[in-house]
């Protein structure tokens, strides 16, 4: 399989990007979820396919573009979505499954069918969810930076206390792949980027603790 260039991925974000703010928000959070997956494997030795590795995680967020308009006003669909639009994105330019999946799977830890009926998601009945290394590599390196207004590092206790509210299972799911892949340095990207570091709540002073908060709707 021949894999995109980065300048080819750049432009294709280019291409779908109603907006120069939006492009940049988008493609710097992929950006950085490259540079936190390559990390992990460089300090873990996880036998994954490093060049394949980076391609999804240029990739896994290029939905999102379809939720805004040039005016960088949001759709009324949910932001859930933006994994299926980024694979039928994909699809239509000629990509194989394999890097379209890196879009479709990568939403929170993993949504199942179940997860879907049960907690009535807006999405299509199925399983959308992490399998191969290279895909659970690129879902648990996206947890560690948020896009959200100003966008922020999130450290391995925040984001563990984040996905409780979707269930002892998703906390679980996150233990295992910290166990995997462990734990991103994130102080030096926060550095280079300007971005603060998001704690766990618990380690936040009371003041700070009522402005809290959670990572961005990508779960």
């Known amino acids: 399989m021949r894999l995109p260039t980065t300048d080819e991925i750049r432009a294709l974000h280019q291409r779908h990007a109603p907006s120069p703010e939006l492009f940049d928000s988008v493609y710097t959070h992929c950006e950085i979820v490259a540079k936190i997956a390559d990390q992990l494997a460089e300090t873990t030795g996880t036998a994954a396919d490093r060049d394949l590795v980076r391609a999804g995680c240029l990739l896994h967020d290029i939905g ?14 949910s932001y859930l979505l933006h994994g299926l639009l980024g694979h039928e994105i994909l699809r239509g330019a000629g990509f194989p499954e394999e890097l379209c999946r890196f879009c479709s799977c990568h939403t929170g830890v993993g949504l199942t069918r179940q997860d879907i009926v049960v907690q009535q998601l807006p999405l299509p009945e199925g ?17 560690f930076h948020s896009k ?18 979707f269930g002892e299972d998703k906390v679980e799911d996150f233990a295992r792949l910290r166990a995997k892949f462990g ?34 709707d990508d779960r």
Not at 187 to 196: K, P
């Open 183 to 216: 734990e991103p340095e994130l102080d030096g990207l926060a550095r280079s980027y300007g971005h603060a570091v998001q704690e766990g709540r618990n380690s936040l002073a009371p003041a700070e603790r009522a402005r809290y908060r959670a990572p961005g």
């Open 64 to 77: 999102v573009y379809r939720l805004y308009d040039a005016s960088g006003r949001r759709s009324d669909e």
């Open 127 to 143: 399983d959308y969810v992490a399998v191969t290394t290279e895909e659970q590599l690129v879902m648990y390196a996206d947890k």
């Open 148 to 165: 959200t207004s100003p966008p922020r590092f999130v450290n391995a206790d925040s984001y563990a206390e984040h996905v409780r509210r």
